[in-house]
């Protein structure tokens, strides 16, 4: 508990250190980031730099 | 010459001639048929799903990668795991025993060393290679030892609160 100065009163919840909810998950390396998600039929994209300075895109497979 | 090596970067990527490996990981040994330029983080992530080790900036400069191999940080990012071989490898899930946390891990989240928790498991194997090698490392020690790990939240003075605290208990 820490002491206000200036009335005395001691507070529970001011001024002190509160445990973080989800500080065990991110400990232990088991808290999911949007990094790690695996959904099903999930799609990834990925940017391709063209080796063209100035071109058209005719097709994409 | 970029241009020439970015065609020979981009074959490889695309060629899937796996090849069979053997990685030993938080004490279990896992056989995996992968693409050899694989790193070890993306055989971690994706193949093992121990999505603990984190890519940050996917190029060995942020240390949110770091696992142990040997009871060495490294950086995994960096590492193909073809390289590592039945070596022994530790990543941030193989520091939580029996349902108790190593305690640095319980460090950590009393300190107030975690805010967004994107360095945290880095941080922590970094921290264990050090506390493992030396039990009573001083504090510039543990700047040193952690000098390769980039924490974007909280500051560093509580991470390293955090240490010093676990190397007293």
């Known amino acids: 508990m820490t002491e206000n100065t200036m009335t005395n009163i001691k507070y529970l919840n001011i001024g002190q250190r509160q445990p973080r909810i989800d500080g065990m998950e991110k400990a232990t390396g088991e808290a999911k980031y949007t990094a790690d998600l695996k959904m099903p039929r999930m799609l990834i994209g990925k940017s391709l730099g063209s080796p063209y300075p100035h071109a058209k895109i005719l097709n994409i497979d | ?169």
């Open chain 2, 1 to 169: 010459m970029v241009g020439g090596t970015l065609i020979v970067i981009r074959i490889l990527r695309g060629s899937s001639m796996k090849k069979r490996i053997v990685l030993n990981v938080n004490a279990e040994e896992y056989e995996l048929e992968i693409e050899p330029q694989k790193t070890l983080l993306e055989v971690l992530r994706e193949e093992l799903d121990l999505t603990g080790a984190k890519e940050g900036c996917g190029l060995g400069s942020c240390g949110a990668c770091t696992v142990l191999v040997e009871g060495e940080p490294i950086l995994s990012c960096l590492t193909l795991a073809v390289e590592v071989q039945h070596r022994a490898i530790v990543t941030i899930e193989g520091l939580f025993k029996d349902g108790h946390p190593h305690p640095l891990q319980r460090h950590f989240i009393e300190c107030g060393a975690i805010q967004c928790g994107y360095c945290t498991p880095g941080m922590i194997l970094s921290a264990k290679a050090l506390i493992d090698e030396k039990r009573e490392p001083s504090r510039t020690e543990i700047q040193e030892a952690l000098s390769g790990n980039l924490c974007r939240c909280t500051g560093y003075n509580k991470i390293i609160e955090a240490v010093e605290a676990a190397v007293k208990e």
